[in-house]
C-alpha cells in the first residue's frame, strides 16, 4: 500500500485560491489512479477529481473549469489546484489511490488524513 499525506489546507477567501498537494511514500504513484474527495460536516463525502495512471482526468460538475488535477512523477506527488473558490467548497478534503483498475471511485483503499479547507464569505 501508499502512504498519503495532504497538506496545503487553511482560511482563503471567496474566488480565492489553494493548491493541495498529496504526497506519496511507501510506493509509486505513477501505477495508481489518485483522486480528491472532500467532507464537511452533516454531508456525504463527495468526489473532487481523480487522475489516473494513464493520466486520464475526472472532474465534477462542480469543480470542471474552477479545480485542475495534476501529478509530478519526479516528486511523487498529486495536486490539486482550486481556483475561484465558494463558501460552498470549505470542506475537509482528502487523498486517495487504488491501484486497481477500477476508475475513479470512492472505494479506494489508501487515503490520506485529510486538510481542512475553509472559504470565507
Known amino acids: 500500500q501508499v502512504q498519503l499525506v495532504e497538506s496545503g489546507g487553511g482560511l482563503v477567501q471567496s474566488g480565492g485560491s489553494l493548491t493541495l498537494p498529496c504526497a506519496a511514500s511507501?510506493?509509486?504513484?505513477?501505477?495508481?489512479?489518485v483522486g480528491w474527495f472532500r467532507q464537511s460536516p452533516g454531508k456525504e463525502r463527495e468526489g473532487v477529481s481523480c487522475i489516473g495512471s494513464d493520466g486520464t482526468l475526472y472532474y465534477t460538475d462542480s469543480t470542471r473549469g474552477r479545480f485542475t488535477i495534476s501529478r509530478d512523477n519526479a516528486k511523487n506527488t498529486v495536486y490539486l489546484q482550486m481556483n475561484s473558490l465558494k463558501p460552498e467548497d470549505s470542506a475537509t478534503y482528502y487523498c486517495?489511490?487504488?491501484?486497481?483498475?477500477?476508475?475513479?471511485?470512492?472505494?479506494?483503499?489508501?487515503w490520506g488524513k485529510g486538510t481542512l479547507v475553509t472559504v470565507s464569505s
Open positions: 486517495a489511490a487504488d491501484r486497481r483498475p477500477l476508475g475513479c471511485h470512492y472505494n479506494m483503499p489508501d
Open positions: 511507501g510506493s509509486r504513484l505513477d501505477d495508481y489512479i
